[in-house]
């Protein structure tokens, strides 16, 4: 038996064999792929027909079984091998191929649909941003082709709006994204009563839920949880997009509780995620992403809770993403990077520098593995270096902080002006600097860390969700500034930013409580340094406002209760109040409790004890409290590493009409900074992550099946 025949055979018996029992799998397996190139490289399809039906069919039914987008190649390769054979008889010939041999309208308008649903998947496997313009020509062709009653024109324009919503993620203009929402809603009213609804209700609610978080307008965010739930209600209770419904509806109300402060509504949030979860069979191409989001929703609920267990948890649903992820996807990187976002933050909470080592691993594999022209490539490089400066602050590594400053430069660079990211970025690079300030002392960095900070302000106006951080970033530069100079104006400058920043910062917002700490420090600041009164007491107002924005084992509450105290020992001071100073220490003894013995601020936190004790048996002549006091100063200096710069032993007695303390600002002086991302599937924001937006789902056009084949050679 000739290479013809054999090729021929071993190809046919695969197809029938596929075609009578409905199971595809074999036709997509190496073997089979190897018998269709053997056969393909020894017949001419003009003049051998039979080879040439069985050639065609198999890149049919391949057709049939490939997901969206996947399939263009293997409907190009079928039309062509099936032309002669339709010629002389097309009744063996799929009838949808009829109408585009026909050159119909709508055969026409499937195949711009197909081509341009291609390059989609082209581009979302690292190819360059230029596809998705050349596909959203040829979606929005195939849309245009389609007259309106046509039961196909729902699924063409849905096509087109996710295709134009992915090109308003790459170049970050507001006017795609509108489009795309316009598009979408145009498609929703076309898919009255058609299978297509659901699909086309979830994106434009994934469309609107994006618009939420580049413009902060929480209508968008209310319609988008509508929709979600819209599309749920309309998918069938075992249809296959089913969990992608319950995870978009999840990822809308983890959003919603961000905004809200509402915990309830986010623990509804991870159980529906969950159910998502066990709705997606392994092997599935959505598993993957609907345990990263899982993960983030954890992450998100760890936030106000004191319970390190469910951050531990998400990343066990992180790595399980990454377990299921498929060969080939493109969200892979995107599964990593949230893996090191949550791996940084548990490092945060438990002071655990394993987690934050890995993560900072994690997000080199990133960078090595993303392109250049990657739109989610500044999102990248900007969480890589704000993991980077937390560990180079933890090792002492000059080298890592060079790393992660040339990161956030880099970050910035990727995002054009108008970008909402734009601000994050800027804002991480400002931190980076003033972190290389601190480690150097060189006083042109600080100038550059506080003129990145008010550009990043200026990149984050009215409602950006970032402008909180990007304005405390800008008080603290501000209040280094004045360390160095002793400048009255800029530390006054430094207090109205703070004051500014603590306003744009919703009740319940994560970075609420860093915030009012830092507007207290540098109250407290201002108010030694001209001695207003009324300053010192907005500082204990605004330090009582951020110990009751933490919760009990958050790694800020220490410092915040120190920092709480030593503004109360002051007013003591100043007013001789007897009861502030009982109030004082009885906060510096929760300071200490905060600690645990592994905690960077126990050492200060015991000193700062200390101080107030000994000040108070100075006014009340109690022996004991000073015996208290020195038992803390020695505790100080035995957790004290040797050679630290607080070593020197307890202070000497105070004089009998007290001065003020020596003061100790622990915890406040660093930078809140753009907290570390969760997100967006493959789109990782320089923030706290909460859940992806959910991606779009191209539509699943009707295929006309050719069933079982009535021509065998």
Not at 253 to 263: G, L, N, Q, V
Not at 601 to 615: C, F, K, P, V, W
Not at 653 to 664: A, D, G, V
Request: aromatic residues 4%.
């Amino acid at each position: 038996m000739g290479r013809r025949e054999t090729a021929l055979k071993t190809l046919r018996d695969l197809v029938m064999q596929a075609a009578w029992n409905q199971d595809r799998s074999r036709l997509l397996t190496p073997v089979a792929g190897r018998a269709a190139r053997d056969l393909a490289e020894v017949i001419d399809p003009e003049h051998d027909i039979k080879a040439a039906w069985v050639l065609g069919m198999f890149h049919w039914l391949r057709y049939e079984a490939l997901p969206v987008g996947d399939d263009h190649e293997e409907f190009a390769a079928a039309a062509r091998f099936l032309a002669p054979v339709y010629q002389e008889d097309p009744d063996v010939v799929p009838q949808s191929l009829h109408d585009w041999y026909e050159g119909k309208p709508g055969a026409l308008a499937a195949d711009a649909n197909r081509r341009g649903l291609g390059l989609v998947t082209a581009y979302r496997r690292g190819g360059e941003p230029s596809l998705l313009g050349e596909a959203a020509a040829l979606l929005r062709a195939a849309a245009d082709t389609v007259p309106a009653g046509d039961p196909g024109r729902a699924g063409y324009l849905s096509d087109l709006g996710a295709a134009l919503r992915l090109l308003s993620e790459s170049t970050g203009h507001s006017g795609e994204l509108a489009a795309a929402i316009d598009v979408h809603r145009d498609a929703v009213a076309a898919a009255e009563g058609h299978p297509d609804r659901p699909g086309c209700l979830y994106n434009l609610a994934a469309a609107l839920m994006t618009s939420y978080e580049r413009t902060g307008n929480s209508g968008h965010l209310d319609e988008s949880a509508t929709l979600f739930r819209a599309a749920l209600d309309a998918a069938p209770a075992d249809g296959p997009d089913r969990a992608a419904m319950l995870s978009g509806l999840a990822a809308a109300m983890a959003k919603m509780s961000e905004r809200t402060a509402d915990t309830v509504l986010l623990a509804d949030a991870a159980d529906i995620h969950r159910a998502a979860v066990a709705a997606t069979p392994a092997g599935h191409t959505d598993r993957a992403r609907h345990l990263s989001n899982l993960g983030g929703t954890l992450q998100a609920m760890s936030e106000g809770s004191p319970d390190t267990g469910l951050l531990a948890e998400a990343a066990t649903a992180h790595r399980a993403a990454l377990d299921a992820s498929l060969a080939g996807d493109p969200d892979h990187v995107g599964y990593l990077s949230n893996l090191a976002v949550t791996l940084a933050r548990l490092s945060e909470r438990t002071g655990d520098t394993g987690p934050l080592s890995e993560a900072v691993g994690i997000f080199r594999d990133v960078l090595a593995a993303v392109p250049a022209h990657d739109p989610h490539r500044g999102g990248y490089l900007s969480n890589f270096a704000a993991a980077a400066v937390r560990l180079a602050e933890r090792t002492g590594s000059t080298g890592l902080l060079t790393e992660a400053v040339e990161a956030s430069r880099l970050a910035t660079e990727t995002m054009p002006a108008g970008h909402p990211d734009l601000a994050w970025y800027l804002s991480n690079l400002g931190v980076a600097r003033q972190k290389m300030f601190e480690r150097t002392g060189d006083t042109t960095v600080l100038a550059e860390a506080a003129e990145t900070c008010r550009a990043a302000v200026a990149a984050a106006p009215g409602t950006h969700p970032g402008r909180a951080t990007c304005l405390s970033n800008l008080g603290l530069s501000l209040r280094m500034q004045f360390e160095v100079t002793g400048d009255t104006s800029t530390l006054a400058e430094a207090a109205g930013i703070h004051r500014a920043a603590v306003a744009a910062a919703a009740p319940g917002e994560p970075g609420r409580a860093g915030h009012l700490s830092n507007l207290g420090a540098t109250l407290s600041s201002l108010a030694e340094r001209t001695g207003n009164n009324e300053l010192l007491a907005e500082a204990v107002g605004a330090y009582r406002a951020a110990v009751e924005a933490t919760v009990t084992g958050d790694p800020a509450r220490a410092g915040i209760l120190s920092n709480l105290g030593l503004a109360l020992q002051a007013m003591a001071e100043l007013a001789g109040h007897t009861g502030v100073l009982a109030e004082a220490v009885k906060t510096h003894r929760a300071a200490v409790d905060a600690a645990p013995g592994d905690h960077p601020d126990r050492s200060g936190n015991l000193s700062n004890l200390g101080i107030a004790l000994q000040l108070q048996s100075g006014w009340t002549a109690d022996a004991g409290l000073l015996e208290e006091a020195t038992s803390f100063f020695r505790a100080a200096v035995d957790v004290t590493p040797a050679g630290g710069p607080s070593r020197a032993g307890p202070p000497p007695p105070p004089p009998p009409r007290p001065t003020p303390p020596p003061r100790r600002s622990a915890g406040t002086g660093d930078a809140v900074g753009a907290p570390p991302a969760p997100v967006v599937i493959a789109k990782p924001a320089p923030r706290a992550m909460l859940t992806a937006v959910p991606p779009a789902r191209f539509a699943c056009h009707s295929r006309a099946s050719a069933g079982a084949p009535s021509r065998a050679s």
